[in-house]
């Protein structure tokens, strides 16, 4: 079966621009987390969705970061004003286990966003 | 001072090495995973570990709860196994916390 797959794989784009990234979870999957990785810094947790609750946006940076997903299918993670600071690889996980058990999440190949 | 801190930083070693990579954290945990980042961003989980030590195949993760300290070992190293080893807890008040990773070279 198909993983989790995010698009686009690159993104390049202006600071002040708005960008969209895509996350396609594996079937099934009622979890669901997007990751920021800076260049030289370890993951940062952003968002997690779980079925139809209330997502956990501890993790989101600013105001200019938000994320949607309905039901248990497709996620985008939105970021509004692109700075530069936002470079970073995003990575998106899906899992049918229990909050935060690495062990059970599927990591996606990841976005990589450049700022100019 | 980060809360996850791994060590070393970068490891170039020759195939056939014992490799020790090792994760010091300053929070109270409930779980410490390993993970593996290949080239092209994806992440594997290796080990989730509470406490003791976990074997599998060539690799080996131990953990000392009292010390807050882990260590993943790599017996009989090969060039497949470079990638960059990620350490991350899971704080006791529910948030995940990331090392920055190892990056690991192993030369044939």
């Known amino acids: 079966g198909a993983g989790v797959s995010q698009s686009p794989s690159n993104k390049v784009t202006e600071k002040g621009k708005d960008v969209e990234l895509r996350c396609d979870p594996i079937?099934?999957?009622?979890?669901l987390y997007w990751y920021r990785q800076r260049l030289g810094q370890g993951l940062e947790f952003l968002i997690y969705?779980?079925?139809?609750?209330?997502?956990?946006k501890s993790g989101l940076p600013s105001d200019r970061f938000s994320a949607e997903r309905t039901g248990e299918s497709v996620s985008t993670l939105t970021i509004q004003r692109t700075q530069q600071e936002d470079s970073a690889v995003y990575l998106c996980a899906s899992s049918s286990g229990v909050r935060f058990s690495l062990g059970t999440q599927y990591f996606g190949p990841g976005t990589r966003l450049t700022v100019l | 001072k980060n809360e996850v801190e791994q060590s070393p930083q970068n490891l170039t070693a020759q195939e056939g090495e014992f490799i020790t990579i090792n994760c010091s954290y300053s929070?109270?945990?409930?779980?410490l995973h390993w993970l593996q980042q290949h080239p092209g961003g994806g992440i594997v989980s290796l080990f989730m570990?509470?406490?003791g030590k976990k074997k599998h195949g060539r690799l080996i993760a131990t953990i000392n709860i009292q010390e807050k300290h882990s260590s993943l070992h790599i017996t009989a190293s090969h060039p497949r196994d470079s990638a960059v080893y990620i350490c991350?807890?899971?704080?006791?008040?529910?948030?995940?916390?990331f090392g920055k990773g190892t990056r690991l070279h192993i030369l044939p």
């Open positions: 570990l509470s406490s």
């Open positions: 079937s099934g999957h009622t979890a």
């Open positions: 969705f779980q079925g139809n609750s209330a997502p956990d």
């Open positions: 991350a807890v899971r704080s006791r008040d529910d948030k995940i916390i």
């Open positions: 929070v109270g945990i409930s779980a």
